[in-house]
């Protein structure tokens, strides 16, 4: 079970009532940064980017590839270990918007992962150290530590040797 807090809503649909549960001016100021950050090639540039203007936790020598989609509403819910790969577009989301309810839940992903080409990180997920998502993956719940995990939901499809 993913671990996220639940807000119901009252009338229209969550998403609708959006700026009730987040600021305007820091969901812009997220899409600004992380549109930025996206498109730079540069990892120390991005990390930085990341840490100093959305209060993200970003490893030492943590690689986020380009076009990867960091979460526009609540960034500060995603913490990243050191030493850890991000592939290529990506998405890390740490909030759900849904017709009667609301989540939000903290991604926390390791150290040394690797996480393949297009995947997905639901809310309140955690990724374990030295865990391998492959490409594609849609990861539902949470990954041990030295699992090697793949599909849509993704499941475990052996554990790896350290």
Do not use: C
Request: without cysteine; glycine residues 6%; proline residues 5%.
């Amino acid at each position: 079970m993913r671990k996220t807090k639940r807000y119901p809503v009252e009338g229209s649909n969550s998403l609708w009532q959006v700026y009730q549960t987040v600021s305007f001016w820091k969901v812009m100021k997220s899409f600004i940064v992380i549109t930025i950050a996206r498109f730079t090639p540069w990892l120390p540039v991005k990390n930085w980017l990341y840490r100093t203007f959305l209060q993200m936790e970003i490893g030492e020598k943590t690689s986020i590839a380009l076009m990867v989609m960091m979460d526009t509403m609540f960034p500060e819910k995603i913490h990243i270990g050191d030493n850890t790969i991000i592939g290529y577009n990506t998405t890390i989301l740490a909030h759900e918007y849904l017709i009667e309810e609301y989540r939000l839940g903290d991604v926390y992903i390791g150290s040394n992962v690797m996480i393949g080409a297009n995947s997905l990180i639901l809310p309140g997920v955690t990724i374990g150290d030295y865990a391998v998502v492959a490409a594609g993956a849609v990861v539902t719940k949470d990954v041990p530590p030295n699992a090697f995990v793949a599909g849509n939901p993704a499941r475990i499809i052996r554990m790896l040797n350290k």
